[in-house]
Structures are given as C-alpha cells and as structure tokens.
C-alpha cells in the first residue's frame, strides 16, 4: 500500500499555462518535502512544509500543506521549459523515515 | 563541498556476477540511505544507516548488504546480481534540519544480463 499517491502521475502542458499536481494520503505527517528530479540525476530537494496550512513559494513554484497535515501541493504558475521534471512528495510519518510517493510527471512543451 | 557523490556511474553484469556501488558524502550527516527506483515503483528504500556504525534493513533488503565504513562512507553491495535488480540505484543523507530532507547523489545504473 502506497502511503502517498501523487495526481497525476503524467502531465503535459503549454509553456506559459498553469498546473497543480497534489499529493494525498490518509495519514498525518509531521512534515512533508517536496523534490524535484530532472532525467539522469538525483532528486533535488525544493520545500519543507511543517505547518497545517503552511503555504510557501518559491519564485513561480506554491506548496501548501493541508490543514490536517495529510496532503500537500505544488502550483506552477505560468509554467517553463526548465520547470519540467518529476515531482516528488515524501512525507516523514513519525517512524523517522521519509515515505516517497511514486512522482507527478511533468512535461512544459515550449 | 561536492556533496553526495556515487561510483560508478553506469554498470552492466552479467547474472550472478558481484559489485559494490559506493557512496560518499562530505556534509558530516549522520544519516546515510540507499534507495532503487524502477519505473512506476517510485523510490523504495533498501538499507539505512542512521549513524556509523549501524545499519538497518528498509522496504527491500533482499539480494543486498551494506557496510557503513565510516562517517562519510556507505557501500551497497550486491553478492550475485539478478536481472530484478536491474535498476537505478540512489544514495542519500540527511541534513540537519527537522523534516529528515535528504541529499541524493547522481545516481547508478545498473543492467543486469
């Protein structure tokens, strides 16, 4: 059983469009990071949230983590090229080891 | 500060050939991770270390040993290779902060024949 399911797992879009990708679960986080991994590399770490509610924005990229701390997302505005690459959310559920969701594919065609 | 960094970089074997991955950082992290990812698996954790000198199984430990040879160090090792092992295998850390983020390496990719 997955413990966080990424939506969608594949999207493609027009540069300069908008795009949400979430990332839900039933259980309750203490945190929840979001990642980004472009092909070839490693995961890059983004965004720790904490907070129930907590929004945080960095440059075009918003995350927001629910109210109840068991779901996040990630809103691109006026989405770009470089700005394609798989989302990855991983959640710290208590135990002290981080649970990845399987990944938002995105695609920003030009 | 180079971070994470993996060797090598690519891999082929043959079944039941071995090798050791390495992996080291140089951020002084306690924490040190070994991670596969398979297309439409996500990442699953093979072993961890929570500091030097232990190690402890994660979600898929089966066909892998590890050894955490110091502070900076943790090896994957594979005693006989397996075409289910073909994958590409991260290492990470984990920085200071209070949400266990991690810093992955570049990755190895392994074939297995």
């Known amino acids: 059983t997955q413990l966080l399911e990424q939506s969608p797992q594949f999207l493609s879009i027009q540069e300069g469009e908008n795009l949400t990708v979430y990332c839900n679960s039933s259980?309750?986080?203490?945190?929840l990071q979001w990642y980004r991994q472009e092909p070839g590399e490693g995961p890059v770490l983004l965004v720790t949230?904490?907070?129930?509610?907590e929004v945080k924005k960095l440059k075009r990229l918003t995350f927001q983590f629910g109210d109840a701390r068991k779901d996040s997302s990630l809103h691109i505005t006026a989405a770009q090229p470089g700005d394609t690459g798989l989302y990855l959310c991983a959640g710290l559920p208590g135990n002290n080891r981080l649970a990845f969701g399987k990944g938002n594919q995105v695609v920003v065609i030009p | 500060n180079a971070g994470v960094t993996q060797t090598p970089k690519f891999q082929v074997l043959k079944t039941g050939q071995s090798m050791t991955l390495q992996c080291a950082q140089d951020?002084?992290?306690?924490?040190m991770y070994w991670y596969r990812q398979d297309p439409g698996m996500g990442l699953r954790l093979i072993y961890y270390?929570?500091?030097?000198?232990?190690?402890d199984k994660g979600e898929v430990p089966n066909g892998y040993n590890v050894s955490r040879l110091n502070k900076r160090e943790f090896s994957l090792r594979l005693e006989s290779a397996a075409p289910s092992q073909t994958s590409v295998y991260f290492c990470?850390?984990?920085?200071?902060?209070?949400?266990?983020?991690?810093?992955f390496g570049p990755g190895t990719r392994l074939t297995v024949l």
């Open positions: 990470a850390s984990t920085g200071h902060g209070k949400g266990n983020e991690q810093f």
């Open positions: 270390s929570a500091s030097e000198g232990t190690t």
């Open positions: 949230v904490v907070t129930g509610g």
């Open positions: 951020m002084n992290h306690n924490s």
């Open positions: 259980s309750v986080f203490s945190s």
